[in-house]
């Protein structure tokens, strides 16, 4: 449809018809007329109402219920405005891939891209248009249950992978019906709850604000995300959907977004409870004056909002606005022409855990695990024949992570079948050993888990989180192995050495303690589909484990917050951080730096940082300089590097991180191969906020170095010129 016959479509609509361009409903409410609610509350309307002027729908279950979506709402609306099908599709539809939490470990944009690629194939088929994804919040408390949807605790990975994502689903023409469109979301600084409690205030300064929080969801939109999602939270005072500052002066004026604002699910009416609005009227009103186009779900758009425009509260004029931008994104995914887009049975009958998916998935898998810990137990041999696969996660099937959809885990390869599969004579000694509920007390099964352990060559302890205990609404205070798992670690180590630990979970977890006493560690995460097959090739050296942290695994909960890029403050503690130093910044009780920091992580075989050089002095305003880094394999296998550039300001008007993450990438190294890795610094990237949160850069000395997270070598350093 050309822009013209949208607007004379506009034209001919009545104003409750506009209105039901603006409100989005679950599937289940005209299908079966029921209310799935994630937030309290909610009116049940009428199915066939709804079915008729509803303008989107979210939540639904494959290509054939999208086809019968669509063609009861065409049949039922005069106008034949197609529906818009929306979905959470995070990590994966069928074919499940590890978390975004472990995909930012993988530092591999590429990796994201080609896993996105997978997701948009399969939601295509089931009939998605849109997906809620990628989720951006640069989360640095792992007490959130939601930094499992997050890539990293550093903005320019949430904004490089999500911009990635972003390209790989939209692709470069969305009425491919095998291209979906992106919501990107939630704008803004959800990750920043109070205390690590989901859906708390937030309190940032303006500066913190532009620097750690709004550049993610920048880089999506200017990848072409054409939705984005208002947050839950108070942002400074005022909730994300409700927050004029946000939506119509950053996003509309300041970055001149001109897609969809679609609110997440029940925010508008939340804006009651929040206590800004005095009714739910009030609460559209309030949403419409900044900005909010649909309204997920509950009724406050649907029921006010025609009343409001009569009234003369809300101008039919931006009604129109935000109904032209939601059919104009109908128009992009071609829905006048094939309201179907891609939904097709037979489709995802082909592509659905089909073997090129199920090889992503597992590289993806294995890329994205962490080596935290490996006094020379990893790799096991091949020769070792008999194996006890011990622990609460032993035999698990949940091994796929909030996001994964509905049945996820009827696919998921399993531990015994992954090793199985690598080592079809294994002897496996498979022991639960215990619980890893909250208020499980069990140890009856731990003396059988020793026994075992004390039969076998080689113990693999499989602990973690229960998958449902990360994830939206689900903070926890502690962040310890949850049960007796502990008890059960400490009786298998005591009498098989020869034991790694691997684990499963949503968060950074604290593993003090498992970290002194179990010789290797393994963080699997939720890797997905493929969980069985990758552990047991990185288990067994057929994958060499390459992921690196992109949030710092804290030593106590008590550290918190503690972001890899802090400042010095002005009485930093001198080294080694194992005890307190006088009057500095430290704890009495415990060393500063995290248990393990951000951009750690362990290879099975040695990289060594030869040199790192800069091809000039001096830049000027706008100019760039190359940074060359050195690396080499020195071990036998061959393995992936990731290459990660720092920098440092060490004179500026407002105090600056001591690390600044500015460039990452991996490397492929045979045994005894060098590369030369190299970066170019823009000016851009040594701009900052200052006090009064406007964007500068000033001139000066600048350092750059390598290495990871508390562990900075080869630094060089250059001058910012006037
Ligand atoms: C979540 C969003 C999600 C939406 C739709 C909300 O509860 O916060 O991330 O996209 O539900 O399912």
């Known amino acids: 449809m050309t822009e013209q016959a949208l607007k004379e479509l506009l034209d001919s609509m009545t104003l409750e018809e506009k209105v039901g361009q603006l409100v989005q409903c679950n599937a289940g409410q005209f299908i079966a007329n029921q209310l799935e609610i994630t937030g309290p509350g909610g009116e049940l309307l009428p199915a066939e109402e709804l079915c008729r002027v509803m303008g989107s729908v979210l939540t639904f279950e494959d290509a054939k219920q999208a086809k019968a979506l669509q063609d009861m709402h065409l049949a039922a609306d005069p106008k034949k405005i197609p529906l818009l099908l929306m979905l959470d599709v995070i990590h994966g539809l069928r074919t499940t891939y590890p978390i975004p939490l472990a995909m930012g470990c993988s530092f591999d944009d590429d990796l994201v891209a080609e896993c996105a690629d997978m997701a948009r194939k399969e939601s295509a088929a089931c009939g998605v248009h849109v997906t809620f994804n990628p989720m951006v919040d640069t989360a640095r408390d ?31 023409d969305l009425s491919d019906p095998e291209n979906i469109a992106c919501c990107v979301k939630h704008f803004a600084a959800y990750g920043a709850g109070e205390a690590g409690r989901d859906y708390n205030a937030v309190d940032v300064s303006e500066r913190m604000l532009r620097e750690t929080y709004l550049p993610a969801y920048k880089a999506c939109l200017d990848a072409g995300a054409r939705l984005i999602m208002p947050s839950f939270n108070a942002l400074n005072g005022i909730p994300s959907v409700a927050n004029k500052t946000l939506m119509n002066r950053i996003l509309r ?92 049975e037979k489709a995802e009958e082909e592509l659905y855990l089909c073997p090129a998916h199920r090889e992503i998935a597992r590289r993806a898998a294995e890329e994205s695990a962490v080596l935290l810990k490996n006094e020379c137990i990893l790799p096991f041999r091949k020769s070792i024949k008999k194996i006890a696969l011990i622990g609460p996660f032993a035999e698990e099937t949940r091994l796929n992570g909030f996001w994964s959809r509905p049945g996820a885990e009827k696919y998921t390869v399993t531990i015994p079948e992954g090793i199985r599969a690598l080592l079809p004579d294994a002897e496996l000694l498979i022991q639960k ?33 229960p998958e449902n205990y990360s994830g939206e609404g689900r903070s926890r205070a502690e962040l310890n192995l949850p049960g007796p798992q502990m008890e059960l670690a400490r009786a298998v180590l005591q009498v098989n050495r020869n034991t790694a630990a691997v684990l499963f979970n949503g968060r950074p977890l604290v593993l003090t303690e498992l970290a002194e006493s179990a010789p290797a560690i393994l963080e699997m995460w939720y890797p997905g589909t493929e969980a069985g097959n990758a552990l047991a090739r990185l288990l067994w050296g057929d994958a060499n484990p390459c992921g690196r942290l992109s949030a710092g695994m804290p030593r106590s909960v008590g550290q918190y917050p503690m972001p890899y890029n802090r400042t010095n403050t002005g009485r930093p503690k001198p080294p080694p951080d194992d005890r307190p130093a006088p009057f500095s910044s430290c704890y009495l009780d415990m060393p500063n730096l995290p248990l393990y920091s951000f951009g750690y992580g362990l290879s099975y075989t040695d990289f060594q940082y030869e040199r790192l050089t800069t091809d000039r002095k001096t830049i000027h305003k706008n100019e760039e300089l190359k940074v060359t880094v050195t690396v080499r394999n020195t071990g036998k296998r061959a393995g992936k590097e990731t290459v990660q550039l720092y920098l440092q300001d060490p004179v500026a008007s407002v105090v600056r991180p001591i690390q600044q993450l500015i460039d990452y990438r991996k490397v492929f190294l045979e045994p005894g191969e060098s590369k030369n890795v190299c970066f170019t610094i823009r000016e851009q990237q040594l701009r900052f906020f200052d006090f009064t949160a406007h964007e500068v850069s000033e001139a000066g000395e600048f350092r750059v170095s390598t290495g990871y997270a508390d562990h900075l070598i080869l630094t060089e350093s250059f001058i910012l010129a006037d």
Not at 150 to 155: A, D, I, L, V, W
Not at 436 to 463: C, H, K, M, N, S
Request: with cysteine.
């Open 142 to 172: 792992a007490r959130w249950g939601r930094i499992l949807e997050t890539n990293s605790e550093e903005p320019l990975i949430n904004g490089r992978m999500g911009a990635a994502l972003v390209k790989a689903t939209q692709g470069r």
């Open 253 to 344: 004026e300041e970055w001149g977004f001109d897609g969809v604002v679609i609110s997440d699910y029940d925010a508008v009416g939340e804006l009651v409870t929040h206590g800004v609005a005095a009714d739910a009227k009030d609460a559209a009103r309030l949403a419409m004056e900044a900005g909010c186009d649909i309204d997920m779900v509950k009724n406050a758009y649907y029921l006010h909002l025609a009343e409001l425009v009569r009234e003369g509260k809300i101008s039919e004029e931006t009604v129109d606005a935000a109904v032209m931008r939601v059919l104009r994104l109908k128009n992009e995914l071609g829905l006048f022409e094939n309201p179907y887009h891609g939904a097709d």
């Open 433 to 465: 050993g215990c619980g890893a509920e909250f208020g499980d007390t069990d140890t009856e099964g731990i003396p059988a888990a020793v026994r075992a352990a004390e039969e076998a060559e080689a113990v693999i302890l499989v602990l973690g989180e």
